[in-house]
């Protein structure tokens, strides 16, 4: 068993719990339900940056990668540095995130930007409590999900109000793309082995339908390759650990963009 089927098999007893003790009927009675949300693609078509921040302290393959600094430091850093999004993990067994990290992040950035909620997605249940934890974004992975789930869950995220992110990681995955995606994202990760490859998303940056937002996300560190990414027709970029393994994300974060803005 590679290392995504263990999270996908962690995941589903999860979401089997979260079920019994916490009904989706008891999920939408909570205020963020009815919020209304702030559209990341929008953000992404006005923003001179296009810089989606992530509050990420650990993952499989690097294990701890900041345990130091508290998410109220990351998120107003990344806040006061002119990013167009934030993105945060959920997943507790393998990246050590939360649910009421993103109700935290929701409370410190209000609604002056959109929150992503990053986690394995598998099931309406986890759409609904996007919504009702403060989120305006969702990741769906086609690696992991069928065409007809695809379609499901982003209706469904539509209607609620989301916006819908399709993560995909190879040309095979092209044809699960959907008329409810808002955005496309390029995944240079390979999630069975993590190892990445940064000219992913190069390679399959011209096969995206040009009516559809592209990010690229993984293994981004430099100014000059999120240049070239732009003239491929990148609009936004997702950079997690480059940023969190500095000792002051947020400020590393405004530097970085500072640079870019050159």
Not at 38 to 52: A, F, M, P, R, Y
Not at 197 to 224: H, M, Q, T, W
Not at 229 to 242: A, T
């Amino acid at each position: 068993m590679n290392l995504l089927d263990k999270i996908l098999l962690n995941k589903k007893k999860e979401i089997s719990y979260k079920e019994k003790f916490y009904p989706v009927e008891k999920l939408k009675k909570n205020i963020l339900f009815e919020r209304t949300s702030v559209s990341l693609s929008e953000n992404l078509k006005k923003s001179n940056t296009g810089i989606i921040a992530e509050f990420k302290s650990k993952s499989p393959s690097k294990g701890v990668i900041n345990n130091t600094s508290s998410l109220e430091e990351v998120i107003n850093g990344y806040r006061y540095s002119g990013v167009c999004g934030v993105s945060v993990l959920t997943d507790y067994q393998f990246f050590s995130g939360s649910n009421d990290h993103v109700k935290k992040s929701r409370f410190l950035i209000q609604d002056t930007l959109p929150i992503l909620r990053k986690d394995f997605i598998i099931s309406e249940y986890q759409i609904i409590e996007s919504k009702c934890i403060g989120s305006d974004v969702i990741l769906l992975i086609a690696e992991i999900l069928s065409k007809e789930e695809i379609e499901i869950f982003s209706k469904l995220a539509k209607n609620i109000g989301l916006e819908v992110i399709l993560e995909i990681h190879s040309e095979s995955e092209l044809d699960k793309i959907t008329k409810n995606i808002n955005i496309i994202g390029i995944n240079n990760r390979d999630l069975r082995n993590f190892i990445v490859r940064k000219n992913n998303c190069l390679d399959l940056s011209s096969k995206i339908p040009n009516n559809y937002i592209k990010i690229a996300e993984s293994g981004i560190n430099d100014v000059n390759f999120i240049l070239k990414l732009r003239k491929h027709g990148f609009k936004g970029f997702l950079i997690g650990e480059y940023f969190m393994k500095n000792k002051n994300p947020g400020k590393f974060c405004k530097n970085f963009i500072k640079l870019l803005l050159k």
